[in-house]
């Protein structure tokens, strides 16, 4: 219900994290220009639980979620337009989830930023696209995994000059990929990336403000990313319990992205083709993930993200699986709540403005048909079914 002067009145029951504590309240609040603009308690029961939105940081809007990236980078060369259409299209969807903000983790290719554009264009033009960071390239070196695809640098004077044009380009994230895909003779990722890079690269993002996330699967590559304090650590499939304590220590973040790998190893046995790289890299990462569950003497890894993979090889747009397997595996619904909101919001910077109900704050709500705390594990594999509506920046998304 919206007043003359545009403030809409919404009473829910809130669930909302308070000093890292959840907690729920029976609460107006009302909304003007798409922010939170008071909070105040009521007594009688509303129809609808409310938490913020939900943050996935890690996916990738020009990636289509097929087994192989031909349609996306044809689409980028030759109808940009066109891949433009797809990805509002599943920036819509998306939000109907409860995703409200999103981190873009790079794409396929070089030639984006325009593409990139349309989809601010889209958001400018009131269109429901939740706000997202990009990463307009992804930078590796020969040898990595899907250097072909990304911006490989050859020297320190070009690693510096390409972080100068990502800053340029609007990007407020950076992303490596310093290690090679699996060698499947010997079951491990070989280190590709000079240190010296390495080095540069977390002095520069530092300066420029950029959070530098990395793409580590292999020891080696985790121990690189705790050396340098990288903000956030991608999959880290064979992390140890002791790199681990020391991510956590540090306040670096951990985007596990099991939906991805849990999506491609179903690929990998009904094609019948990689399934020994797919069958082992999901067998390490349920592994570790079970190993973060229980770190602090039975009680959760405090820096998880909800990051999906959403759009890499097999792995959907606007889906929420990857919460349901973060249940399944053991972590608390009120942590996966977290991860999926506070702690996606300190990793972005922007938890000055979402994963919170509080005034001032953006009006990216989810309304909820049930307590999601209270929800069985077995009722997390359609965690959307109990999502009855979605705000975003205080408007209405419809279905």
Not at 165 to 173: D, K, S, V
Not at 205 to 220: Q, V
Not at 343 to 358: E, P, V, Y
Request: net charge negative; proline share 5%.
């Amino acid at each position: 219900m919206k007043d003359s002067a545009g403030v809409r009145t919404v009473p829910v029951d809130a669930i909302a994290f308070l000093q890292d504590n959840v907690a729920w309240n029976r609460v107006s609040f009302c909304i003007q220009d798409g922010k939170i603009l008071s909070c105040e308690s009521r007594n009688d029961p509303a129809q609808f639980f409310v938490t913020p939105g939900f943050v996935n940081c890690h996916m990738h809007w020009l990636m289509l979620g097929e087994p192989t990236l031909e349609r996306e980078i044809e689409l980028m060369k030759n109808r940009p337009d066109e891949m433009i259409d797809i990805m509002v299209e599943n920036a819509r969807s998306t939000v109907l989830k409860g995703i409200t903000a999103c981190c873009d983790k790079g794409p396929p290719g070089l030639e984006t930023h325009r593409i990139y554009q349309g989809l601010r264009t889209a958001k400018s033009c009131g269109l429901p696209v939740p706000k997202t960071l990009v990463s307009t390239w992804t930078i590796s070196v020969d040898g990595a995994f899907a250097s072909p695809l990304s911006r490989r640098v050859y020297s320190q004077n070009e690693l510096e000059q390409v972080i100068r044009e990502l800053h340029e380009t609007g990007a407020g994230i950076m992303k490596i990929i310093p290690e090679s895909g699996l060698r499947l003779a010997q079951f491990t990722y070989d280190w590709v990336f000079p240190e010296a890079y390495f080095a540069v690269a977390r002095e520069m993002t530092a300066r420029l403000g950029l959070i530098l996330a990395i793409h580590a699967k292999g020891p080696e590559s985790i121990g690189m990313g705790l050396k340098y304090s990288v903000d956030c650590i991608e999959h880290a499939t064979e992390a140890s319990v002791t790199q681990l304590k020391e991510m956590q220590g540090k306040g670096i973040y951990l985007s596990p992205t099991l939906e991805g790998l849990w999506c491609r190893l179903n690929y990998a046995t009904s094609a019948g083709s990689g399934v020994a790289t797919a069958a082992f890299e999901w067998g390490n990462a349920t592994q570790m993930f079970r190993n973060a569950v229980v770190l602090n003497n039975g009680k959760p890894f405090t820096h998880f993200l909800f990051g999906s993979d959403a759009g890499s090889a097999c792995t959907p747009h606007a889906s929420l699986r990857e919460l349901y397997l973060m249940r399944k595996l053991g972590l608390p619904a009120e942590d996966c709540l977290r991860a999926a909101m506070v702690n996606g919001a300190r990793f972005m910077k922007l938890h000055g403005s979402i994963g919170q109900l509080t005034p001032g704050y953006c009006a990216d709500m989810i309304f909820w048909r049930r307590n999601p705390l209270e929800l069985d594990v077995a009722d997390w594999e359609h965690l959307d079914q109990y999502i009855a509506a979605v705000m975003l920046d205080g408007n209405l998304i419809e279905p």
